[in-house]
């Protein structure tokens, strides 16, 4: 069983910058597929980025621009880099990895982070 840990979340003001991150708990998960997800009060969880190992890389109308999703494969981890932070992209954000572990291939979700921007 791999387990994702998230972090980077918190407080910020409108304008400010974020960084999340998700780690994989094993460096024999094989990362192929990367993105991040969040969900605002009341609203379904929505995909704002999204990344396939040697494929184009997807960002919702909604952050384009402002955000950036990486990986670092020595540290197993993903990132989330969110910049010029809106009022409406408060929320909890989930990381969702997919890969190669144990001989298949699992797709697993992070626990939530929770980011709020403040006006």
């Known amino acids: 069983q791999v387990q994702l840990v998230e972090s980077g979340g918190g407080l910020v003001q409108a304008g400010g910058s974020l960084r999340l991150s998700c780690a994989a708990s094993?460096?024999?998960?094989?990362?192929?597929?990367m993105g991040w997800y969040r969900q605002a009060p009341g609203k379904q969880r929505e995909l704002v980025a999204a990344?396939?190992?040697?494929?184009?890389?997807n960002y919702a109308d909604s952050v384009k621009g402002r955000f950036t999703i990486s990986t670092d494969n020595a540290k197993n981890t993903v990132y989330l880099q969110m910049n010029s932070l809106k009022p409406e992209d408060t929320g909890v954000y989930y990381c969702?990895?997919?890969?190669?572990?144990?001989?298949?291939?699992?797709?697993?979700w992070g626990q939530g982070t929770q980011v709020t921007v403040s006006s």
């Open positions: 094993t460096s024999r998960f094989s990362i192929d597929d």
């Open positions: 969702n990895l997919a890969g190669y572990y144990s001989g298949g291939y699992y797709r697993y």
């Open positions: 990344k396939t190992t040697g494929r184009s890389t």
